[in-house]
């Protein structure tokens, strides 16, 4: 089975695109004998680093990976400039590539052994190729950067995409600076609902453009961290099929799934007994679901390894993934040599199974600061506030944030306008010394010629705050949760 | 003085372009005492590297630069993850930052002790500040990727640019992919020819859009090798300010300017006394004459120290560079940390002199190059091509290329398409065992709209082959030549 064809969904700026002959003649170099006068690179002997290492922490990373910082269970990597044979270039003999090689202007899809090792954690992971064949993948800078290309490739000012009705506010700020309309998508506590998606598309007014694709952040979605359901998923994936939509998965949070929060009493730690054991725990991927070549999965190494290194990867049809390399070549090349041989020789000496080991060992850490930061919040705040329904709390099951919802209609100032209570409370917040992030922010609005066909949001009496439990330590974080329920508690007495 | 304010030329996309507030909140994290539960930031102590290090050549480069690869004269850098106090993060001291920092998101612009670096080598060799204060400087992924960003800040799809009429391919080609039409500027042996371009801006087409900016390559143009007098740049300049165009200025050459060529028996080995002599001998930028902030210099580590790198910097008005920060939050956010560490504490280990030891180094390598390059091609060349002009050769004074340009209507096979001769010998040039770049593929086209209004090329009989030297060393690339000159030879005996 081979992908459909979506070119009849390219841009006009994709359409535009063609290959600069230039690019082409690097193939000729590889020829023997041939005398290469064609373009203009830098010779590695004047590349000024001979040689670079780093330390990591060895797997299996049986005390888990807090402590990993100061573990002496470590090893290193070192690679050199000048080792002609790519065996003895680095740490990881085949796999690795030396400098010379490494700093020179690269491919623009990325390394082929970072290449390789990805598609390999794609297999295991979402058993990609299973459903069609021509799959592929390519390096990004990230999710941000790798939704900017994906919008550039599909859309035209003037286009819509759908979104879920609250999303990472940068990447529905990036499809409107294009002059791309983004239609929110109702949700419930388990995600996008189907009937309201269904309903959307069977009433999409005539004389509007069908939407493009659909923007989701399936799993630990940002900023209301819930997952989306693999029954779900599946409506989903034939709507969009039937209406010709794409769909984009933002992943970024896909390994901080931290499974349903146990109350304390009944929690039992979880134990993988094997690497399988870990996979099948995994949420299903619209990836995994894809029979046409419809969906761009969008991961990145920001919250697994580090945002520093700026990268990620876009898993799709070759078709799609060559107009996106296209892009690559008149914007960002690819990612930087450093990064990628940083990456490439971590993950090559981890090997499957040590990234694996890496991957639970973040979940265990996710695990107990999602368990920590919900145990506090429900022991603390006022039951009151809770049993009058002034105060909701949907404890997480993936990602790295939780929300409080407060029904806004039950303040003191509120006189019909529940934003104004928000900013106010926000206000207090900060002044009690906590910072957090108001649910308004992340609201996508219904453009201007939706707003008579879609219902709004105008009879939801509550506003949220998104607070995430990644950036600190528990001790640090309960100290500001203490702070959220103490405003919380003098604004609604 | 400050810069003016070119508002006026921003595009649509980016006048549509407004901060992400989630963005904002991460200044509260700087507050003492404050609770940050606001952006989802992984924490340092899960980021998998514990140090880095790198091993690079050791200024003053007495040795020169050509056997610093091998060279025992080296220094290391470290950098730690867990220092917390910056100033033992790193070998540079409080210049460096340490990985717990250094590998978190980033600041869009470039990590402080980075930019703060450019910034002094700018005012050294540009005298910035001095015309206008109010510039700075913002890294990009270099200039393919700046060129990108600037394009997508200026121009609408249906805008016009001004371009040299042969010019680097890939930036034309990400100029026309996003709708932007490049007008092609009249060259001569000393690159643009001023009277044109105030002949073409005087006779502007009434219902046309006046262009947005200049992308200009002024030393060492690719692929014709010409640099631009200061006397030209002062017309263009004064020009432009009339006509309210840009500026772009890609630099990616600019410190390989390998000087007037010399015959070989009148050739003097040139020694800069002092640093400030090799600056003084360094083409005036546009950027040292701006007045206005009307000039954004692009500049790229990738010639001057590796491809890999992924890092150049872009230097203009702040009111500029802001846009582009913008434009970089929804796309490539900055570059990779690996590549800032390690530029960080080789610049900073370098300090200014070493950097320019560096660049002096490197101006003698490609002098030997070049010089080596065209004493072999004018020794070679059958002295009868030279003397019925069928070939004509005209030595760089800078950058990484050199042209041999053929009468085409002198070949045997010439009916009137100059274009197929160039085509028949680029076959036989490979046939020959040899790569080189056909003229035809720098040209930039008249748009239709124009073709009425400016000469074209037609009467001009001469095709033209970029080679370049910096690819290989000298026994290889006399090789080429040779495989090159036996070719030409045969196609026109």
Not at 229 to 246: A, N
Not at 427 to 439: H, S, T
Not at 443 to 452: C, G, I, M
């Amino acid at each position: 089975m081979f992908a459909k064809d979506f070119s009849h969904l390219y841009s006009d700026e994709c359409n535009r695109r063609t290959a600069d002959k230039l690019g082409s003649l690097i193939e000729y170099a590889k020829i023997p004998n041939i005398s290469f006068l064609g373009n203009g690179l830098p010779q590695s002997k004047f590349f000024p680093w001979q040689s670079i290492s780093a330390t990591s922490p060895l797997p299996p990373f049986n005390e888990g990976i807090e402590s990993c910082d100061k573990s002496t269970d470590t090893f290193s990597i070192q690679v050199m400039k000048n080792d002609n044979s790519n065996s003895q270039a680095g740490t990881c003999g085949e796999k690795s590539f030396n400098l010379a090689k490494g700093l020179q202007y690269q491919p623009v899809v990325g390394q082929q052994s970072v290449l390789d090792f990805i598609r390999e954690h794609l297999k295991l992971v979402h058993e990609v190729g299973t459903n069609y064949q021509d799959w592929d993948v390519i390096l990004s800078l990230g999710n941000c950067q790798a939704f900017d290309s994906i919008l550039r490739t599909f859309c035209n000012p003037g286009d819509y995409i759908l979104a879920e009705e609250y999303s990472f506010s940068s990447s529905i700020l990036t499809a409107k600076t294009q002059g791309v309309q983004p239609v929110p998508l109702k949700m419930d506590e388990h995600g996008i609902v189907p009937e309201y998606l269904i309903e959307l598309l069977e009433n999409w007014p005539v004389n509007l453009k069908k939407p493009k694709l659909l923007y989701t952040i399936p799993t630990g979605q940002n900023p209301l961290s819930y997952s989306l359901s693999l029954e779900r998923k599946k409506i989903i994936y034939d709507v969009l099929q039937k209406h010709d939509v794409l769909i984009v998965e933002d992943e970024p949070y896909y390994f901080l799934q931290t499974g349903e929060y146990q109350q304390k009493s009944e929690r039992k730690e979880v134990k993988f007994n094997s690497h399988n054991e870990f996979i099948d725990s995994l949420a299903k991927s619209f990836l995994s679901l894809d029979t046409d070549g419809r969906v761009l999965r969008l991961e990145s190494y920001s919250k697994t390894l580090a945002p520093g290194l700026r990268l990620g990867f876009i898993a799709a049809s070759s078709a799609i993934t060559k107009q996106l390399a296209r892009y690559n070549t008149m914007s960002i090349m690819t990612p930087s040599s450093f990064s990628q041989i940083f990456l490439n020789e971590l993950l090559n000496s981890w090997k499957q199974e040590g990234y694996l080991d890496w991957l639970i060992g973040l979940r265990h850490e996710y695990t107990i600061k999602r368990d920590g930061s919900l145990d506090f919040l429900l022991e603390n705040v006022p039951k009151q506030l809770i049993e009058q329904k002034i105060v909701k709390i949907s404890p997480p099951v993936a990602g790295m944030f939780f929300t409080i919802e407060l029904n806004a209609k039950k303040h003191p100032n509120y006189t019909g306008d529940k934003i104004s209570i928000e900013t106010h409370i926000n206000e207090k917040l900060i002044e009690g010394g906590v910072v957090v992030a108001p649910g308004s922010w992340f609201a996508v609005q219904n453009p201007e010629e939706f707003k008579h066909i879609v219902s709004d949001d105008s009879e939801n009496e509550y506003i949220f705050f998104r607070l995430t439990f990644a950036a600190n330590d528990l001790p640090q974080i309960e100290e500001g949760i203490e702070k959220v329920i103490k405003v919380i508690t003098s604004e609604f007495q």
